[in-house]
T-cell receptor, first 111, second 112 residues
């Protein structure tokens, strides 16, 4: 039972570089989410996709883009990475009005 | 003011103690409530969820919701060192694409 799989697990970037974080779920969930987690800030929603073909901004969308490639996959892209985007990124998925299930995160450091 | 407030801890208790973790929320529209457990360098793992006021029990864990006071609690009985983790409360409401609002988490350490 894979659940939610995120790749890569770790990444170091230089300021200005671009990168795509990948997320895939095998639970046939319709909704998918991207969060960042920073010390003292908790989990903050970046973008979400309520269903295949739709995406919407969350609380902190600036500097990010997303693509819902199909029902299983939801990617997060940093076009021009900044040190303020150093964080742990989590992907989650759910059925409507049911609890979210999380991956184990991508630890991203931007120098 | 954050919509969900949670004491960050850390909270340190001896093995076998009863642990009480708490959150308050401000939006009366929230309809369902969850507790997640997060071990170091891992993703949050769903522990308990409930859609109503009152108590819900699962083994050593009891989730309690008081909608009139906008207060949610998680009790852990007979705490074990393996319970050492960060506990996150979360709330949500129907019709919002299942978006959740999280507390910042309480770090719990259970000592031998």
């Amino acid at each position: 039972n894979a659940g939610v799989t995120q790749t890569p697990k770790f990444q170091v970037l230089k300021t200005g570089q671009s990168m795509t974080l990948q997320c895939a779920q095998d639970m046939n969930h319709n909704s998918m989410y991207w969060y960042r987690q920073d010390p003292g800030m908790g989990l903050r929603l970046i973008y979400y996709s309520a269903s295949e073909g739709t995406t919407d901004k969350g609380e902190v969308p600036n500097g990010y883009n997303v693509s819902r490639l199909n029902k299983r996959e939801f990617s997060l892209r940093l076009e021009s990475a900044a040190p303020s985007q150093t964080s742990v990124y989590f992907c989650a998925s759910s059925v409507t009005d049911q609890p979210q299930h999380f991956g184990d995160g991508t630890r991203l450091s931007i120098l | 003011q954050k919509e969900v407030e949670q004491d960050p801890g850390p909270l340190s208790v001896p093995e076998g103690a009863i642990v009480s973790l708490n959150c308050t929320y401000s939006n009366s529209a929230f309809q369902y409530f969850m507790w997640y457990r997060q071990y170091s360098r891992k993703g949050p793992e769903l522990l308990m969820y409930t859609y109503s006021s009152g108590n819900k029990e699962d083994g050593r864990f009891t989730a309690q919701v008081d909608k009139s006071s906008k207060y949610i609690s998680l009790f852990i009985r007979d705490s074990q060192p393996s319970d050492s983790a960060t506990y996150l409360c979360a709330t949500g409401r129907t019709g919002t694409a299942s978006k959740l609002t999280f507390g910042t988490g309480t770090r719990l350490q259970v000592t031998l």
